[in-house]
């Protein structure tokens, strides 16, 4: 079955850019969408094919992928952006759906 | 405003069977298939099944095939998600989510609170 591997946690400074990957079997060929959930809360879309942002997420996430790997991009780091974060993609040859194992991103 | 409504929290025995609900309001409900999302307490997102209310087509996960069952009734916006024997394993929030609209594509754009689901003896 497909698997998305993410690293279990990243940290960064506020002010400072966070990257955090997600690994998958080539992933660049199926489109990546990425998730923040605070505690307590359900899970928000901030990133859908590949790169493009819902109406009211920030600037300052984006996203990328290619090859292997989608990586998402939060510049500019504030400590509102505490959170897990999950990535997910369609595998369209099993219709079947794929979470990452999600990072805990911590704002130092 | 777009919005998915999902029942109350359940607290079960083992053995009991059990349907929770997640009511579209604000959208074409049988437009958008409806997705169901397991975490369990303090892990990751688990993709479950989704369907498309229009026709009530359903896949699922490998993992969740054959022990739980999904449905929906379009003439009240309304999906489902049962279990006809539960398990202690069980024990997780239970979300609901839309498929976004683009063609090709398979995001969730837009999620319910959550239905806790406590199964114990």
């Known amino acids: 079955s497909y698997e998305l591997t993410q690293p279990p946690s990243v940290s960064v400074s506020p002010g400072q850019t966070a990257s955090i990957t997600c690994s998958g079997d080539?992933?660049?060929?199926?489109?990546a969408s990425w998730y923040h959930q605070k505690p307590g809360q359900s899970p928000v879309l901030v990133i859908y094919?590949?790169?493009k942002r819902p109406s009211g997420i920030p600037e300052r996430f984006s996203g990328s992928n290619s090859g292997n790997t989608a990586t998402l991009t939060i510049s500019g780091t504030q400590a509102m952006d505490e959170a897990d974060y999950y990535c997910?993609?369609?595998?369209?040859?099993?219709?079947?759906?794929?979470f990452g194992g999600g990072t805990k991103l911590t704002v130092l | 405003e777009v919005q998915l409504v999902q029942s109350g929290a359940e607290v079960k025995k083992p053995g009991e069977s059990l349907r929770i609900s997640c009511k579209g309001s604000?959208?074409?409900?049988?437009?958008?298939?409806i997705t169901w999302v397991r975490q369990m307490p303090g892990k990751g997102l688990e993709w479950m099944g989704r369907?498309?209310?229009?026709?009530?087509?359903?896949n699922y996960s490998p993992s969740f095939q054959g022990h739980v069952t999904i449905s929906a009734d379009k003439s009240i916006s309304t999906a489902y998600l049962q279990w006809s024997r539960l398990k202690a394993s069980d024990t997780a929030m239970y979300y609901c989510?839309?498929?976004?609209?683009?063609?090709?594509?398979?995001?969730?754009?837009?999620w319910g609170k959550g239905t806790t689901v406590t199964v114990s003896s």
């Open positions: 989510a839309r498929r976004g609209p683009i063609p090709g594509l398979y995001y969730m754009d837009v």
């Open positions: 997910q993609a369609w595998d369209s040859n099993t219709a079947y759906v794929v």
């Open positions: 369907i498309d209310p229009s026709d009530s087509y359903t």
């Open positions: 604000g959208y074409s409900f049988a437009s958008y298939w």
């Open positions: 080539k992933l660049g060929e199926k489109y």
């Open positions: 094919q590949d790169s």
